[in-house]
Antibody, heavy 118, light 110 residues
Framework: EVRLVQSGAEVKKAGQSLKISCKAS????????IAWMRQMPGKGLEWMGI????????RYSPSFQGQVTFSADRSINTAYLQWSSLKASDTAIYYC???????????WGQGTVVTVSS | QSVLTQPPSASETPGQRVTISCSGS????????VDWYQHLPGTAPKLLIY???QRPSGVPDRFSGSKSGTSASLAISGLQSEDEADYYC???????????FGGGTKVTVL
């Protein structure tokens, strides 16, 4: 079964760092991009950017460039999203997803809830 | 403010048909195909329709999609209580050089 399993909920304070994960299984991790999406409370989905695990080629949405960092560890089929200094406005649910050839996201992680207090 | 515009809510009684609209522009829907996702809060979003009108394996044919110009729509026929969810449209956008989403439509089965 093709799956993306994300790490658990996080509660942090503003200024702290954080790294959340997205573990892939059931398919060849290095042959598909992994995208990250944000859903702020009561809002819709936003595309943050994308990483290609084979060579860690990354593309960031302008809204998130410089605010977050994507990475991937091919040895454990895991993609990461990290912040060096969280803000209260980073409070959201973060999803990883796999785009297939039509660019539609056919596989999604269950989401990681990140709560940042000021 | 989402790039693609959807009505915030839609409702209908069981067995009826509900249609959700998604309006964009020439830089997104007008140039690229549209996808639709079903999302129940607390769960992973699910791909419902891709490439305007294609259903992934396992998606009932009660769900159908269409596109015309810079707008698209999702129709759910034979509405069931399990269809209560948020529905999002999405399309690639030249300005973002990435996908943009609608704000989501909450479907309620009365």
């Amino acid at each position: 079964e093709v799956r993306l399993v994300q790490s658990g909920a996080e509660v942090k304070k503003a200024g702290q760092s954080l790294k959340i994960s997205c573990k892939a299984s059931g398919y060849r991790f290095t042959t598909y991009w992994i995208a990250w999406m944000r859903q702020m409370p009561g809002k819709g989905l936003e595309w943050m950017g994308i990483i290609y695990p084979s060579d860690s080629d990354t593309r960031y949405s302008p809204s998130f460039q410089g605010q977050v960092t994507f990475s991937a560890d091919r040895s454990i089929n895991t993609a990461y999203l990290q912040w060096s200094s969280l803000k209260a406005s980073d409070t959201a649910i973060y999803y990883c997803a796999r785009p297939e050839t039509s660019r539609a996201f056919d596989i999604w992680g269950q989401g990681t809830v990140v709560t940042v207090s000021s | 403010q989402s790039v693609l515009t959807q009505p915030p809510s839609a409702s209908e009684t069981p067995g009826q048909r509900v249609t959700i609209s998604c309006s964009g522009s020439s830089s997104n829907i007008g140039s690229y195909t549209v996808d639709w996702y079903q999302h129940l809060p607390g769960t992973a979003p699910k791909l419902l329709i891709y490439s305007n009108n294609q259903r992934p394996s396992g998606v009932p044919d009660r769900f159908s999609g269409s596109k015309s110009g810079t707008s698209a729509s999702l129709a759910i026929s034979g509405l069931q209580s399990e269809d209560e969810a948020d529905y999002y449209c999405a399309a690639w956008d030249d300005n973002l050089n990435g996908p943009v989403f609608g704000g989501g439509t909450k479907v309620t089965v009365l």
